[in-house]
């Protein structure tokens, strides 16, 4: 089947098998090998992209369904070379250990905050309660994720309209 | 924390982890992410039955299906001698079944074809007729006499696999008998699986013009495996190369070699073409190595005031169809007898006895130092049993029965010789920063409004760094480690090691190691591991080793340049090298202030400004065999909160500190107990793998053998204290698998510990919700 | 190892029972969701029969064979195969009494052992399932006994073929 | 993993799909989330040769307030009910269930109709939609049709569908008085299927009287079940410790639950009138304020 696909802001025209599973189809006819596959029961969530900017499992979506849709992809969160706040907080809080789980772990994070951009530690475990990782026990995804938060509200305090209430203290991270 | 390191003197601070730009870019590079032109597809068609007579095996319609190049069967292996491969433990295993299948999901063909899909569906066009034969899943039914034998191939007709012990029997049965207070428990550590999140896999690329073979496998230990890769098959070992790429976890899980792994280099063989093959985590979990599945029996004999006296344990381990431990060769039952943890025991007898029964072979240390994980589970919650008994506080007993830091080096009865140790130190630092008064406070009160809250301490102590080489061997491979190093000419450091991590973070802390002894900082130096042809021979990451091994080998690489650079420093401060002194960064001569080489100056001079009649090059190779093991040990403490309406156990706290000796980065040492955590977490509450009758796996996949996400998982605390290992170079001791090592029993101990007041003393792993709520249903306790 | 068990009273007489069970012909039509039989002998016949429990869907080959334990009295079916890569081994015990007004009384035990990928992955469902199917075998062999049964009434001249449309 | 081949159509009508349905019947298979049915797929226990993806079917898609009813279009996500703020006042059960299915991901793709058409004994859907006196609304070749939920679900696996016919809605009646809905369930571990669940609604007239009630219960049978006898004890009754101690006692009386891995029919029984009480006693709470406990 023909399929058109907009992955990372780019077009992909691409002749698949119906069976053929979005994650596959990103590692093996796009070459975009960061999205893994880790499980076979739509569990561990390796495979996690935003589709239509939600995030899934994009193990257990069909490539055909994605046709006419847009894929963001672990290779899309890096904008002009430049690393994306919540990329930099994984690496700052020690948010990964052997990486596998790290681009599912980062894309559920990335959706996280664009629906709750203050999110608790309570509703970042819920946030990612889909993304299973083997290494870090999660207390320091919870860290860089809260990291980020943080990052972005800075940055958006810094380029957007002033504060109309400014906080006495510039850092609220614990 | 600061990401690029330029500082100087790294050692012991947090550096951010120089393997993680590619992670987080998705730009990792793992076995599957790796295609090669031409590339083939490799599946296997395993067994359904746990215990059949293959009678027939008809390929003809997958052999005529689409894309498909070759099928592989246990008889086409006969062929090559290739059916059977030794496991590391003096036992073979097969590679696709020939005759019977010895358990579910066995492998019994492999097709190869151009893509996966086409080798998936020409899978199931492979018509295998089986005769199911009498199925035993368990072990105590295995060793009865009428079981039936499982194992035709072995000479002894009998389930039972080995018999070991250590210990002295007379002399314990002499206390036992002498005892004023004996305890008695049996314990089981249920049938668990690493799981790492990366799946296993590999591609093997025979390239039938220069008959070189180059493998990309998901590898623990590529040496090891090029080795033994090259004894099975006959293939010269130089013209191997054992390539382990970014390993997605690993475990334990990774250590020994997988009849896929065979298949597919058996078909890249055959067809001269790369073959992949990568299993699924149904895969993963039924037939690759297993861990722990011991049933235990601990008795305890001690003084009326909980003074500990003798121990002695009896085990059964099950090792499924094949014993495919990948254990040290002398150490059937691995470190086992490390079982009397941190107390003075006068005495000891263990005693292993490995049965076979129709379950996936393994018996893998899982995150642990071979079976460690077990003893140490056994004895820290034999010792609750005991102080509950003697009517004195956990925390007590332990403090009562401790080596005592002067006793080190202290002479177990088991006969190991313990490091270093400071036990009170560790478990006065975890009772004052959980606050444990307060909370036997807090408890004493809702136990009185009829509460069920429970603190479990464990105090335990691991054994790890396998050598020292005089004992420690696999498939008479001395257990030692190794690192080269080389200086370029400005002063950048390439050192390669014979570990291999997957996860650990030692492209940052062997960065670190050399950077301290070269005075470099930690960008200067570059880590590269996992190829065989580049780096030199080493035993590979597992067992907690790489840290007492192969950081002791960076150190004492390091230093052997640092000799030759002083040589050279001499030279170039124009002064004799016994004038030259060295503080950390650079070198300087003695009584002329204001002089100094540093590192870099010495490594260009080595290439341009030698001494007379000095080799030119500044790099080195160290084998290090360690003089012996290291023993971390930790003091942990977990706080659970029982909902008496579903027996669900909430862990409200859980403190862990850590004494692994020096510590080369902190960051990654708490991230590391972490994880340890977690997955101790997830043991002591969520995973077995059981069996129906018909040897069914009932835990095939990540619905039913259960995983921790975030949400299930509490909020670890970490602290430490420090007491370096005399004899290791820089004093590390090694903590991956502490946390996991240590933290069931503190779990398991919290939860009995909160259903004392009923009488309870002991629940097996794990703690579904529905043993406790049984327990508490006995006892009249309703919601 | 699974036990299912049941009985029925056939208003027929023993002989006609017996006849009717150890005929693979008129036994093999009961296997529910048959879609192909193949009688090798008087003693052994092939099945396919679809398998499907909502989404579950699929083949499995069945062989089976009859064994007469004692004439008139007890027979047992065992039955071997499968499909999805899993494997089914099922016994079943068939044993025939007298009623007192001259029907018979068919007790039937079966022990069913299933392996494989279904039995792994349908922990949840599978023990649910293989008893409904064992039992829709039973009542469509009860089922086709009491239409023999009602065709021996109606034409009691004639030798039945019993009817095994449904 | 990945499934075997089929056959993959995307009709953009319900009469197309239907039309689909009756040509290729037992081979086909519809899809909406596809969070059930693809990985029974992967796992080659289902194997459909056809295909029927209704995703771009746009009547199907969202909710909407009907005179008596609130209409749940077939591709109504998971996620969608749990986030819809409008729905939480009147309907709070939906959120309160949401949250329960599986994971943020799944619940993303993952539909309310779909869950109920798979017909798991463990929907969560199951049981809250009985806990709703809900309707199905199923479409076929003669039309439509609306099915109690006490009639859809006929066994394991299987509901109330002709192999031509596809759940287009699910359809919930509109409470009234006020409004109280819970749903507790105990996993083994986040987002597993339940080990036992219970859906409580309840609403309350203005004398403070249960006008209506409704249990639903989960993964306790090979259906999702209803928690009949505690109804019928609520009804006309208000909700004091007494009358919730005894409806929390006739809960598990319905249930049906087998032994398993995941505990005991016993242990699962007890659970369920745990849930029930404790479901109820928080739903006093909050709509009365002021019931004393025990």
Redesign the interface.
Known sequence: MKIRVRVNGQSYESDVEPRKLLAYYLREDLGLTGTHIGCDTTTCGACTVLLDGKAVKSCTVLAVQANGRDVMTVEGLEQDGQLHPLQTAFWEEHGLQCGYCTPGMLMSGYALLQDNPNPSEEEIRRGISGNICRCTGYVNIVKAIQSAANKLADAAEESGDSAKEVSTSGSSSD | MALHQTELRPLGKCVGRKEDPRFIRGKGRYVDDIMLPGMLYMYLVRSPYAHARIKSIDTSAALQAPGVKLVITGEDLEAMNLAWIPTMANDQQMVLATGKVLYQYQEVAAVIAETREQAVDAAQLIDIEYEPLPVVVDPFKALEPDAPILREDREKKSNHVFHWEAGDREATEELFRNAPVVVKKDVRFQRVHPAPLEPCGCIADYNPSTGKLTWYVTSQAPHAHRTVLAMVSGLPEHQIRVISPDVGGGFGNKVPIYPGYVAAVVASLKLGKPVKWIETRTENITSTGFARDYHMTCEIAAEEDGRVLALRVKTIADHGAFDAAADPSKFPAGLFSIVTGSYDFKEALVEVDGVYTNKAPGGVAYRCSFRVTEAAYLIERVMDVLARRVGVDPAELRKRNFIRKEQFPYKSPTGWTYDSGDYEKTLALALEKIGYEELRKEQAEKRARGEFMGIGISTFTEVVGAGPSHTFDIMGIKMFDSAQIRIHPTGKVIARLGVRHQGQGHETTFAQIIAEELGLSTDDVLIEEGDTDNAPYGLGTYASRSTPTAGGAAALCARRIRDKAKKIAAHLLEVGEEDVVWDGVSFSAKGLPGKSVTMKDVAFAAYTNLPEGMEPGLEATYYYDPPNLTFPHGAYIAVVDIDKGTGAVKVRRFLAVDDCGTVINPMIVDGQVHGGLTEGFAIAFMQDIPFDDEGNCLAPNWMDYLVPTALDTPHWETDRTVTPSPHHPIGAKGVGESPNVGSPAAFVNAVVDALAPLGVEHIDMPIFPWKVWQILREHGVTE | MRTYQGDFVIDLPRSSVWAFITDPERVGPCIPDLLKLDVESETRFHAVVRVGVGPVRGKFKLSTELTVTEPEVSAELSIRGGGMGSGVDMKAKLTLSDTENGGTKLDWRCDAAISGPVASLGGRLIDNEAKKITEKMFNNLSKALSSVSEQVAATSEETAEPGLKE | ????????I?PKTLMEAIELLKQHG?DA?VVAG???????????????SI?I?I?NIDELKGWRNESGYLRIGALTRH?DLEHSEELREQYPLLAETAVWI?????R??GTVCGSLA??D??SDWGAAMLALHAQVEVAGPEGKRQVPIDDFFV????PALEETEIVTAVLVPTPVGRVGGRYLK?E??????A?AGLAVHVSLASDGTVAEAGFGICACG?IPLRGKRAEEYLLGKKLTPETIEAASRLVPEDAEP?D?????AE?KR??LR??A??GLSDIAKELQGEVVLR
């Open positions: 993993m990945f499934p075997n081949s089929f056959e993959y995307a037992y298979k596809g969070q059930s049915l693809l990985p029974m797929m992967k796992l080659r226990v289902a194997a459909p295909l993806d995703n996620a599986a994971d943020p991901l799944v993303n793709l798979h017909a004994p463990g066994d394991t696996f299987t105990i083994r571990k986040a987002g597993d299927f080990i090979p087998a398993d891995l995941r505990g005991s242990y007890d659970v745990v849930f009480k404790r």
